[in-house]
């Protein structure tokens, strides 16, 4: 294999942060806390590419530290990239906001739907496509790849559910839309959410707006 795609688990919400890791380089899918166990696992490589599926601070947790360590290319739908300095948007839930929480952020490639990111270096090129899935916040993505045959959800399709729609700037009607159009997607895409197990589109029949 040209990549080994390992799971981590990260801080008190439990966030699936994927690691990406080629023969002299990661990519990080959603650093969401503890920058140390991150780094653990990426040994001696450096992280050149952050992906981002949305801004909240549980999937964003451990952005600074690593783009301090590292200065690696930040990817972001264009929609959410606001959520990255605003933390009433980016910790929601909460009122009980700490001053410590860093407001400094940026995305340095600003993405829409369709944009392809290319990682890793010669002879181990992978290519996934952002797939703009709004719902959960205005610019919630999923990055598909489509040659490994995984989708990269965040929190828009997890195992038997969806994410919440409740949060600031949450949209229901969206989020069923993003779902019909996941639902088009091959069944045995598997599915790597932002939290829980995984699953594939085709075991989770009720997607495609059949919720709502």
């Not at 010669?122 to 489509?146: K, N, Y």
Request: aromatic fraction near 8%.
């Amino acid at each position: 294999e040209k990549v080994t795609v390992r799971r981590i688990l990260l801080g008190s919400l439990v966030t699936n942060c994927y690691l990406l890791i080629f023969s002299d380089r990661v990519a990080v899918v959603d650093p969401g806390d503890t920058p140390e166990k991150i780094l653990h696992f990426c040994g001696d490589l450096p992280i050149t590419d952050i992906l981002l599926t949305h801004g909240h601070i549980d999937h964003t947790g451990a952005l600074g530290d690593l783009c301090d360590r590292f200065s690696p290319r930040v990817y972001l739908h264009e929609n959410d990239e606001e959520f990255l300095n605003c933390n009433p948007l980016r910790c929601p839930g909460t009122d009980d906001y700490n001053p410590a929480w860093r407001t400094d952020f940026a995305c340095t490639h600003r993405l829409k739907d369709g944009d392809k990111i290319c990682l890793g270096g010669d002879g181990e090129e992978l290519v996934l496509t952002v797939l703009h899935t709004p719902g959960h916040t205005p610019g919630s993505s999923c990055f598909h790849w489509e040659e490994g045959g995984i989708l990269f959800s965040g929190d828009t399709l997890f195992q038997g559910t969806m994410g919440r729609v409740d949060f600031p700037k949450g949209d229901p009607a969206a989020m069923a839309r993003s779902l019909n159009r996941l639902a088009t997607l091959p069944a045995e895409t598997k599915v790597f959410p932002g939290h829980g197990f995984s699953t594939t589109v085709g075991k989770e029949g009720w997607i495609g707006g059949q919720l709502f």
